[in-house]
């Protein structure tokens, strides 16, 4: 990736910080992100050039969301991690929805639930628990807010299930709390 002064990568902390600084990029021109994945590091040039990205869709996976938000909190461009959020947010919300249009036929059925959201879903609850960036607490609320009003998943789909005791922290936040009880007046 070429640094360029008419364009908004100098802005970017991390290209800044290695454009300025006494690195070999700053002589050099070219900046190699390993953490990154590649295609994902492509979507975040895009949005810093033409203030969009090219994998929009309704196809486009839960997953990729959740990653191209931490690749914006990673490269210290909120406006893409804000952009991501609001997409993944958008896709759940679209999901639940879809869920309760089809709720007497997945409940008969849970295996209606696909595969690969389950999956997502445990990656967002993966990056959500784990990461420490600022879009997992925003992960966190969502993904909770969906448990929460889709809660049949966790006791009907055998693969949700099975994977949540991989996520303790996720376990804990979506089992039912148990009802207050209430002793009475005390004994004087």
Do not use: C
Request: glycine fraction near 4%; aromatic fraction near 12%.
């Amino acid at each position: 990736m070429e640094s360029s002064q008419d364009h908004h990568l100098p802005t970017i902390r991390v290209f800044r910080k290695a454009f300025t600084g006494s690195f070999k990029e700053a002589t050099s021109g070219h900046v190699e992100l390993h953490e990154q994945d590649e295609a994902l590091v492509h979507e975040a040039t895009s949005w810093l050039y033409v203030g969009d990205v090219a994998k929009k869709d309704e196809k486009t996976s839960l997953a990729f969301w959740v990653d191209l938000s931490m690749v914006g909190d990673y490269l210290g461009i909120e406006s893409l991690r804000r952009f991501a959020n609001s997409h993944f947010e958008t896709m759940v919300e679209n999901r639940k929805t879809e869920i309760f249009k089809q709720w007497n036929s997945v409940v008969r059925d849970p295996s209606k639930i696909d595969t690969k959201e389950i999956e997502d879903l445990f990656h967002a609850a993966n990056v959500a628990y784990n990461m420490e960036a600022s879009s997992s607490r925003f992960l966190r609320r969502t993904l909770l807010k969906f448990m929460l009003d889709t809660k049949y998943i966790a006791g009907v789909n055998a693969q949700f299930a099975a994977r949540i005791a991989d996520y303790p922290l996720f376990a804990a936040d979506i089992r039912p709390t148990p009802p207050e009880v209430h002793w009475g007046s005390p004994m004087s």
